[in-house]
């Protein structure tokens, strides 16, 4: 099935909020998932329960997994999380080693972890990645199959999915001709004007590659992530019911699920 690298270079806009909302939403759904931690922050971890300081020593993480080119190895670093269907490949923060290693073939490695693994048990795989253009928002682009952006509805949205446009343009051409650019997501949305005029010259830029389902910016977030909780668990609150209501709209919409065509 399709590996899809959830990006933006961009800090703070909803990347690992948009992958644990798939993953709540896989849940829910009844679907598998393999989530890939590629930020040395590990928030994709943390978020779904995982605790990687309580990983035994010979738990493989990402770190692990890209410290040479290996083929195959990548289910060897999955763990099962508390959320059901819900596997990850936890990160911790010695990953950032692999941003600064110089060897020629780190931008290889994620793509070799995954040659030839029977990815079968898993309905999508997702990578979680980086806020930076360093080896390891590119190693993701290598290994992805697609490419989902994600952007807040702000002054700086097109300026920032340029940018990690032109990187995806240079894997494509240099590296992984495959890649397709699959979606673009529009998080946090706040319910005022200004936002409103961002996210309609997003669309007025970016057309049908953008999402109709928009993730809103709702408190109820936070409580759930704080509890590294599926938000479709946390049925008390209207901001919690609309987030759910809109990971769901948003899995069913974009096509993380679809099988690889092609000779991949
Ligand atoms: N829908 C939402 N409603 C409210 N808060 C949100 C929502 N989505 C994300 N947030 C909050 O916004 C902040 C940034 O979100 P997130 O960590 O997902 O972004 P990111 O792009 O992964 O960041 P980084 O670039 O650091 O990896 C976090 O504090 C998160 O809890
Ligand atoms: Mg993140």
């Given at each position: 099935m399709k590996k899809t690298a959830i990006a933006n270079q961009k800090g703070g806009v909803g990347k690992t909020a948009t992958v644990l909302g798939l993953c709540s939403a896989a849940t829910a759904l009844g679907h598998r998932i393999l989530a890939v931690d590629l930020d040395p922050q590990g928030n994709l971890t943390r978020g779904l329960g995982v605790d990687a300081s309580q990983l035994g020593d010979d738990t493989a993480t990402a770190n692990e997994l890209l410290l040479e080119l290996q083929e195959g190895t990548a289910l060897d670093a999955a763990v099962a999380t508390p959320w059901p269907g819900i596997d990850v490949i936890p990160a911790t923060l010695d990953l950032a080693n692999r941003d600064l290693d110089g060897a020629n073939d780190v931008i290889f490695r994620l793509r070799a972890a995954f040659e030839g693994c029977d990815l079968s048990a898993y309905d999508a795989v997702l990578f979680d990645c980086p806020p930076s253009v360093g080896r390891l928002l590119v190693g993701a682009l290598v290994a992805a199959d697609q490419v989902i952006y994600?952007?807040?509805?702000?002054?700086?949205?097109?300026?920032?999915?340029?940018?990690?446009?032109?990187?995806?343009?240079?894997?494509?051409?240099?590296?992984?001709?495959?890649?397709?650019?699959?979606?673009?997501?529009?998080?946090?949305?706040?319910?005022?004007?200004?936002?409103?005029?961002?996210?309609?010259?997003?669309?007025?830029?970016?057309?049908e590659l953008v999402a109709k389902t928009v993730i809103p910016k709702r408190a109820a977030w936070k409580d759930a992530n704080g509890l590294a909780t599926p938000i479709h668990s946390m049925r008390g609150s209207a901001g919690a019911r609309a987030l759910s209501t809109a990971f769901t709209d948003l899995f069913l919409e974009l096509p993380i699920t679809e099988p690889v065509t092609a000779g991949r």
């Open positions: 994600v952007t807040e509805a702000s002054i700086d949205s097109l300026g920032g999915i340029k940018n990690v446009q032109d990187t995806t343009s240079f894997v494509k051409k240099r590296v992984n001709p495959a890649i397709e650019i699959a979606g673009i997501v529009i998080t946090k949305r706040e319910n005022n004007g200004e936002e409103e005029f961002r996210e309609a010259e997003i669309r007025d830029a970016y057309g």
